[in-house]
């Protein structure tokens, strides 16, 4: 089976710019749930969706913004970027919320680079 | 508010030897915890996690990390370190409230192995 994907794996822009990160949970997961990783961090968690609806965000600022399609694929969106958002982006799905003792199943992430 | 603390930032132990990798938590309510491991250029794997019952969890790769709730500790062993074993790991706590139950990482601690 399928583990989460995520696309592009890189990225370089520039500071300004706007960028499209995508995920595709796991076949039957509902819920996705994005994380920030700044290089020598712990990832940091932005947003979750679950059913096409934000279910929680975190402590980022209103250039970052995502959505959940019907097929539960998921986009995270950030304008004007600045250098600080250089970071691996990771995703992680879950069959319900994340909660509990739901367990999240993360990708392998995208790579950001911005210059 | 829950977090999450890693003491050491990177453990180096010779094949063959004890790894401990130790993670402590601060949480108002009583915590789920998970242990994570990112390989190089890799999204994350789940370890092992600690909901409710039995405080030894055992996880995947001969790891296992026993919660302790009178020293709010929950640190992760395995008894003999192999060369695969280099890795990142990553404790976390279920966040409550506005992040709506997702994962609080601590900031990792960088494992290597020596020959």
């Known amino acids: 089976d399928a583990g989460v994907t995520q696309s592009p794996t890189h990225l370089i822009k520039t500071r300004g710019q706007h960028v499209t990160l995508r995920c595709s949970p796991i076949?039957?997961?509902?819920?996705v749930s994005w994380y920030q990783q700044v290089l020598g961090q712990g990832p940091q968690f932005i947003f979750q969706?679950?059913?096409?609806?934000?279910?929680g965000r975190g402590n980022f600022p209103d250039r970052f913004s995502a959505r959940q399609f019907p097929n539960y694929s998921s986009e995270l969106n950030v304008n004007a970027l600045l250098l600080g958002d250089s970071a691996l982006y990771l995703c992680?799905?879950?069959?319900?919320?994340?909660?509990?003792?739901?367990?999240?199943?993360f990708g392998p992430g995208t790579r950001l680079l911005v210059l | 508010a829950q977090s999450v603390t890693q003491l050491g930032s990177h453990v180096s132990v010779s094949e063959g030897a004890l790894v401990l990798l130790r993670c402590n938590y601060s949480s108002s309510v009583p915590p789920y915890l998970f242990w994570y491991v990112q390989y190089p250029n890799q999204g994350l794997q789940l370890l092992l996690k600690?909901?409710?019952?039995?405080?030894l969890v055992k996880g995947i790769n001969g790891f296992e990390a026993e919660f302790k709730k009178s020293e709010t500790s929950f640190h992760l062993t395995k008894p003999s370190a192999h060369m695969s074993d280099a890795a990142e790991y990553f404790c976390?706590?279920?966040?409550?409230?506005?992040?709506?139950?997702?994962?609080?990482f601590g900031k990792g601690t960088k494992l290597s192995v020596k020959p």
């Open positions: 600690y909901t409710t019952g039995a405080t």
């Open positions: 076949s039957g997961h509902k819920s």
């Open positions: 969706y679950y059913e096409k609806e934000e279910r």
């Open positions: 992680a799905s879950s069959l319900a919320p994340a909660g509990g003792r739901e367990t999240q199943y």
């Open positions: 976390a706590v279920r966040g409550y409230g506005g992040s709506q139950g997702n994962l609080i």
